[in-house]
């Protein structure tokens, strides 16, 4: 027998630190090669380590919430001569953990042609509570994430299990109001509010340093990351911000049609999907929306592509990440509504990896679902423009000289004033409203 000590790899994003988050062993398990042990958090994803040695754990040398240093000791492991051993090197490099269940595993880890594959761990099984709800612990684990009672949730699985999917459906037909009872005041007189990049409990474990009147919460992973990103756009890229009201009532008519269509019987559909085909139609007409400034040895200039690669800002249990749909441009209107259903569930789950976060063009921030009307987002590094949709509701409006009830929304976009002047901002927003007023422009 002897004592293996596994220390934390590069994951391949270019990072030297990540948040232990949380511990999937404990000392005296047994597991095999490629058994998951831990969920790592990094400023650009949550990454599964799988276990690079056969045998028994010995020590965690890193508590949960702990931030540790590429390289260093994380976890010891007791192994026979003959145990298997996944790599030589535990420093290779890593990706994002593939969807449970695939049998992929980080890159780096595998023994050769012959990698064992991970076994499906006793309690990743689905699991029936007391008042007969079926749903595997990952689920639950999101379900609590997302403010989600799970059995209220209607499940869909082949065996009568609450998936993924009914989770993040459950949580998207919450009412934007649920919290319109207005609570008491507490006796405390200020506090800070837990940073929405925070995964798992909030409390002394996660480095909270509470006094009598105050409370302190670390800046780091997603959160640390964001911040440093929003600082360096708003303090390099001269934001100017537009915004256009727009009746939107055939955009909603639309909606409902898609909605009834057996050709979309399994995908959600929202007014998401129509403002997203509308961005990339706008941004074929005005090009500069979707370019981007760069900073050379000989001054700067302005790349400007002909491709949409379209962000996404998704407000999740880790925080603000924007993953981005690539290529839009070549996706039919089904094609678009399933990327952003992939999009949408990978976010919130928080397993978006660090490949769809970057290489954006241009941004689409859905205010809307928060009941907000309008805003002025700020521009992604690397970007020229981002797109506010703000709630759409119905308001007396206009049409053909009579007042009329319509669904209204209004658009609005934040753009670098070094790359594209005001009016072609304007154009660009216009377009933008053109198409969800009469989504008939679409079809050319």
């Not at 004592?3 to 990540?18: I, K, R, Y």
């Not at 949550?46 to 390289?71: I, M, R």
């Not at 981005?324 to 928080?350: C, F, P, Y």
């Amino acid at each position: 027998m002897s004592t293996q000590t596994f220390t934390l790899p590069d994951v391949g994003e270019g990072l030297t630190e990540a948040e232990i988050v949380s511990w999937k062993v404990a000392p005296g398990d047994a597991v095999a090669v490629n058994d998951v042990i831990c969920e790592i958090e990094t400023a650009k994803s949550l990454v599964e380590l799988p276990s690079p040695h056969a045998g028994t754990v010995g020590e965690l040398l890193a508590a949960e919430g702990a931030t540790v240093e590429v390289g260093a000791p994380i976890i010891t492991f007791v192994t026979s001569p003959d145990a298997a051993t996944a790599v030589s090197a535990p420093s290779a490099p890593a990706a994002p953990a593939a969807e449970e269940g695939s049998g992929s595993v980080l890159v780096g880890y595998g023994s050769g042609g012959g990698a064992t594959s991970r076994r499906k761990r006793p309690a990743e099984r689905p699991v029936r509570s007391s008042v007969g709800v079926i749903a595997k612990p990952p689920i639950r684990k999101l379900a609590r994430d997302l403010g989600v009672d799970v059995t209220a949730v209607t499940p869909t699985g082949a065996d009568g299990e609450v998936t993924r999917d009914d989770v993040v459906k459950h949580a998207s037909q919450a009412s934007v109001f649920r919290n319109i009872e207005t609570p008491e005041w507490g006796d405390v007189r200020e506090e800070t509010v837990p940073a929405p990049a925070a995964s798992g409990p909030v409390g002394l474990a996660r480095g909270i340093q509470p006094t009598d009147r105050t409370e302190s919460i670390p800046v780091k992973g997603v959160r640390k990351a964001t911040s440093s990103a929003m600082v360096q756009s708003a303090y390099s890229a001269p934001h100017v911000t537009v915004w256009k009201e727009v009746d939107a009532t055939r955009t909603m008519e639309l909606v409902k049609r898609l909605k009834a269509s057996p050709d979309y019987a399994d995908i959600r559909v929202s007014p998401l999907l129509i403002m997203a085909r509308a961005v990339i139609w706008a941004a074929r007409r005005t090009p500069l929306v979707n370019a981007a400034w760069v900073d050379t040895e000989d001054g700067a200039e302005i790349i400007v592509r002909h491709y949409v690669n379209l962000g996404i800002a998704a407000a999740t249990p880790r925080g603000l990440l924007v993953p981005n749909i690539k290529d839009a441009q070549d996706l039919g209107m089904k094609d678009l509504a399933r990327a952003l259903n992939r999009l949408t569930v990978t976010a919130r789950e928080g397993k978006t990896s660090p490949a769809d976060q970057q290489g954006g063009t241009i941004t689409i921030t859905n205010i809307g679902v928060f009941g907000m009307d309008a805003g002025t987002p700020i521009i992604n590094p690397g970007e020229a423009g981002i797109v506010a949709m703000g709630t759409i509701s119905q308001k007396p409006w206009v049409v053909d000289g009579e007042v009329r009830p319509r669904w209204v929304t209004t658009v609005s976009g934040s753009f670098d004033h070094r790359v594209i002047d005001g009016d072609g901002m304007s154009r660009f927003i216009a377009d933008v409203a053109s198409v969800l007023e009469e989504p008939a422009l679409l079809v050319d």
